[in-house]
């Protein structure tokens, strides 16, 4: 009996951890897609760089400019080896032209290795 009035305990404790430090992130999170919201309205435009059909880049472009319709949006579609050498280039040129890239994960892997992803 006593292990288990200790386990309840513990576990109570655990839950209201968790519950805590989610709570923290969710409004830590808000508050940091507000700020994101605020800067991009603020520029007025977004740079999608994809490496799939055009139909469907387009589609999501449109849809993010009736989700955002002070920003806007404008894609370059290429294969990911096309995308990875722009990307390479403007990042040895120092200016990195794109806000959101989708590629494959060999690429974004190799993105993310050369420190030209965000976290």
């Known amino acids: 009996m ?3 009035s200790r386990y309840k305990v513990q576990s109570s404790r655990f839950a209201a951890r968790v519950a805590v430090a989610a709570s923290l992130f969710i409004s830590v999170g808000a508050t940091w897609a507000q700020d994101v919201k605020t800067l991009a309205e ?3 435009k977004m740079m999608f760089y994809a490496a799939f059909n055009a139909t469907d880049t387009k589609i999501l472009t449109d849809g ?3 989700l955002y319709p002070k920003i806007d949006a404008t894609f370059y579609r290429a294969t990911d080896a096309q995308l990875m050498e722009r990307i390479l280039t403007e990042g040895r040129a120092g200016r990195g032209l794109f806000d959101v890239v989708m590629s494959t994960s060999f690429y974004g892997y190799n ?7 965000a976290t």
């Open 2 to 4: 006593m292990f288990s």
């Open 42 to 44: 603020a520029e007025g």
């Open 64 to 66: 993010f400019k009736q």
């Open 111 to 117: 993105l993310k290795k050369r420190g030209m992803l």
